[in-house]
């Protein structure tokens, strides 16, 4: 059984061309059920690539067939086999092949793919083992572990001053869908929407009741920050909405506050206030280029890992080539092991019921001990020598011959 | 046999150090490497001075480097507490460099020898060595959070782009912990000191270390005042822990001036 992958991605197509191709949930397990055909099928779509993981006695045809399905005229594919296809599988699971690396939303994808794929016993340890390699990426290395947004960054942030965010009241000012990003992120991490103001009451209301939190008038704002521990402000305003003597006297409480403006909204001096932090939209930018960075730096050690484990699948389905050869090898002995007792039976009659147990097990263990190196080696070789060996395994034992017609051949010249 | 406990013991806490710096560079398996080495330490460290505790006759940490060495001990214990954690591994950085040297100057001074005999009696030691150690212990690890904070809070000021690189705890973690780290330490040096008034009844004379104990007792007992009382917090808390700090390394280093002798 080989394994056959063909797909496109963010790589090779544009949106318009992928979109064509992205399959629903449904979708996707219905093509895999169609493809599988007698042998296994997965179809991995995602907002980045449609891929489909074939694994058919016949590669090239269930290639052409998934290559047909992914409308190979129109969309430029890559086609991948064996080694290479598991590779590439774990890279992605890894976060590895993602626009921003080592983002986590993949692996929930491969995930489901999996789940709703028609799988046999390659594709199903192809993708536990991505699965498993994906997640060991993230926690071997810091791949995923900075924010690649300005919301996330923020979010991160306020983390890193309050800790855990539970509790955290957060006060929005501007309703805008720049002030609603950062409050997912933030609402996300565990801080509670407290408050929410805008100059526009209706925007703010709206925004406020999303979060469950209260819409309060704009001239309210300075009221509302003595009970704020998070401030994120994205107002369209061209003045400063928040100035250094609005704030109070925090009595030791820290102060995050989020600028998200241009032109800014809050007063930069506010940061030199003791217990108050201040980052603008520049700041979360640079913050988020470092992490981006840190995470390409973490992507080559990623890779090592994701090649090792790669190297270790690459060899488990080698050792299938020759399951079938070890099991007639084995077959072969023991025919020969019980047709040889059954033949002295006549001269073993007088023997006791324990000694005919010890010649039973005499003979198992000296055909055991004789094919033990064989088949050993045969696994070894698989890796490397591939088929070949296979083939020279059951020549030198006649696997797949008759006993007398491996006995009576002639040997080659 | 001290001396073949003593060098895995220092190796250990130096391995730790050097894990701990490439952990700050590149976060992961080093982190690990650098804990397994401290708990690997401490262990070995406890039975050194097990071992030295069954062969002196009495308590055989009578003299500066002595004490040294359980300092040492009690201040590595103590950041075993939450070192294990990932966040508070930066915090290793500032301990472990110092438990090596601390251990090694402790080496230099005779403190590891196995045949440590004290004049005075063992339950006086016990208390009032034992005690004022572990305390000086607490209030080291309160300092290190303490400054541990400082950077943290100075990164955040400053807007650093890679302040998200390190995995360091939050500002407010951490000055919930340093300030609750004094708040265990000092009680634990009060009694140790009590235990010391205690013998200077009988007779001996109060020396400027005794001065220099109580004036490090008054500035975190004030510290604590502030903080519980008050609400004294942020910045202004941590220099000062850093500050009651200067005055413990003060009297740590004072200590062979004969104090215990």
């Known amino acids: ?413 | 046999m001290a001396e073949l406990l003593f060098w895995p013991v220092l190796l250990a806490y130096g391995e730790a150090a050097v894990a701990f710096a490439g952990d700050a560079r590149r976060p992961g398996s080093m982190g690990r490497i650098g804990t397994w080495g401290v708990r690997v330490g401490w262990l070995v460290q406890t039975a050194l001075l097990v071992l030295q505790a069954a062969r002196a006759d009495g308590f055989p940490w009578a003299t500066w480097a002595g004490s040294l060495s359980l300092f040492v001990w009690l201040v590595v214990g103590a950041y075993l507490i939450w070192g294990c954690r990932p966040r508070f591994r930066l915090l290793g950085l500032v301990v472990m460099p110092l438990a090596a040297l601390l251990l090694a100057l402790s080496y230099a001074g005779g403190g590891v020898d196995a045949s440590g005999r004290s004049g005075y009696s063992t339950l006086f030691l016990v208390l009032h060595v034992g005690l004022v150690m572990a305390g000086f212990a607490g209030l080291t690890l309160a300092a290190a959070l303490a400054a541990l904070y400082l950077w943290q809070e100075r990164e955040l000021k400053r807007r650093s782009s890679t302040v998200l690189r390190f995995r360091a705890p939050s500002l407010v973690s951490l000055e919930g912990l340093f300030a609750r780290t004094v708040a265990f330490s000092l009680p634990v040096l009060t009694l140790g000191m009590a235990a010391g008034f205690a013998r200077l009844r009988h007779g001996s004379q109060l020396d400027p270390l005794i001065v220099l104990t109580v004036l490090t007792w008054a500035v975190y007992g004030t510290f604590l005042l502030l903080r519980f009382g008050a609400g004294w917090r942020g910045r202004r808390a941590a220099y000062t822990t850093l500050a009651g700090f200067a005055l413990v390394l003060a009297l740590q280093l004072s200590l062979q001036m004969g104090h215990f002798a």
């Not at chain 1, 900075?146 to 509790?167: E, K, M, T, Y």
């Open chain 1, 1 to 413: 059984m080989s394994l056959v992958l063909v797909g496109t991605s963010h790589r090779l197509s544009p949106v318009e061309v992928r979109e064509r191709v992205a399959l629903d949930h449904e979708g996707a397990a219905a093509l895999a059920r169609r493809l599988a055909d007698g042998g296994e099928a997965v179809c991995l779509s995602t907002c980045n690539r449609t891929e489909l993981y074939l694994s058919h006695s016949d590669s090239d045809s269930a290639e052409a067939l998934a290559a047909e399905a992914l409308l190979e005229d129109e969309v430029e594919l890559y086609r991948l086999r064996d080694g290479d296809a598991a590779l590439h599988l774990f890279r992605v699971a890894a976060g590895l092949d993602s626009l921003v690396p080592g983002e986590g939303e993949i692996l929930g994808q491969v995930k489901e793919a999996y789940e709703a794929g028609a799988r046999g016993p390659v594709l199903d340890r192809l993708f536990r083992e991505a699965l498993r390699v994906g997640k060991k990426v993230r926690t071997e290395t810091a791949i995923a572990e900075s924010p690649a947004s300005v919301s996330s960054a923020a979010a991160a942030l306020a983390q890193q001053v309050f800790g855990d965010l539970n509790g955290c009241r957060v006060l929005l000012v501007g309703a805008g869908e720049v002030s609603e990003l950062a409050a997912r992120a933030l609402a996300a991490r565990g801080a509670t929407i407290a408050a929410v103001t805008s100059r526009t009451e209706e925007r703010a209301s709206r925004l406020a009741e999303a979060f469950a939190a209260d819409a309060v008038p704009f001239d309210q704002l300075g009221r509302e920050l003595e009970q704020a521990d998070v401030v994120v402000s994205s107002t369209s305003s061209p003045e400063q909405v928040l100035s250094r003597d609005q704030v109070p006297d925090r009595k030791g409480r820290p102060l995050f506050v989020i600028d998200l403006a241009v032109p800014r909204d809050v007063d930069p001096s506010l940061a030199e206030l003791e217990d108050c932090y201040l980052y603008d939209i520049d700041d979360l930018q640079a913050v988020v280029r470092e992490s981006l960075s840190g995470r390409r730096r973490e992507a080559a050690r990623a890779e090592a890992i994701v090649e090792q484990e790669a190297k270790r699948f690459r060899d488990w389905q080698a050792s299938l080539h020759v399951v079938p050869a070890i099991a007639s090898l084995r077959e072969r002995a023991e025919t020969i092991r019980s047709g040889e007792l059954a033949k002295a039976e006549g001269r073993l009659e007088g023997l006791s019921e324990s000694e005919r147990r010890t010649v039973e097990s005499l003979t198992t263990q000296i055909v055991n001990k004789l094919l033990h190196v064989p088949i050993v080696r045969m696994k070894e070789a698989a890796a490397t020598e591939g088929a070949g060996y296979v083939e020279v395994a059951r020549d030198l034992f006649g696997l797949g011959e008759d006993e007398s017609a491996a006995a009576n051949r002639k040997p080659r010249k």
